[in-house]
């Protein structure tokens, strides 16, 4: 288990290449993109978003990956939660795995969501977008900054729903967290319009499916 804290901008379509440019800059090389393919589970009744977590699989170029979080805490942009990955041999959960993992962290009550929720788990919609990467040495913290843009994508009742996703995510890996504040306030000075956004792709997807 670990603690994902990550600052993320809502992006404007046009100021896409502007913050590519801006971190390019910053790190002194052009970003690394990779495409990642990702299903969001939960049961019939939602059991899962009720418990405030969310179930996911993700193809990567290195193989397929499952992570549970829990929604934890978003304010101004700043998103903190807990977050459990690992690799899964290929395109289906293994939940078991998830709910060893949560039970050995001493998160019982989340273990035991997730351990009712396993029977009855369906695909519910998708997050497909291509992530340009950096990494970024701020001097007392190491950040992967990271510009999305794809989609969610929901089926429901025969009709497929979309809305695009555009994004930047600061996610700290290790060091001060204000860094993390300090790199955000730099971006919103150079690319006007960014705004923070306190919504994760999975509630995203959850609010898209709700119409």
Known sequence: MGIEREI????????VDAALRFFAARAGAPGRDVRLENVYFDTPRLTLSAAKS?????????????TFKTVGVSQNGL???????????????EADRVI???EQSGEAAVAAALRDAAPSLIALFRTDFTRTLWTLDTGN??????????EVVADVNGETRRTPICEIELELKDGDEAALHTL??????????LAPDDVSKAQRGYRLREG
């Open 8 to 15: 993320k901008l809502a992006l404007p379509r046009g100021q």
């Open 184 to 193: 955000a306030a730099e971006l919103t000075a150079a690319l006007p319009g």
């Open 54 to 66: 969310a179930l996911r699989l993700r193809r990567t170029p290195d193989g397929w990956l499952q």
């Open 141 to 150: 913290a190491q950040v992967e900054a990271a510009v999305d843009q794809g």
């Open 100 to 102: 060893a993992e949560c």
């Open 79 to 93: 998103h903190e939660r807990h977050e459990w990955e690992m690799p899964v041999a290929g395109a289906a959960l």
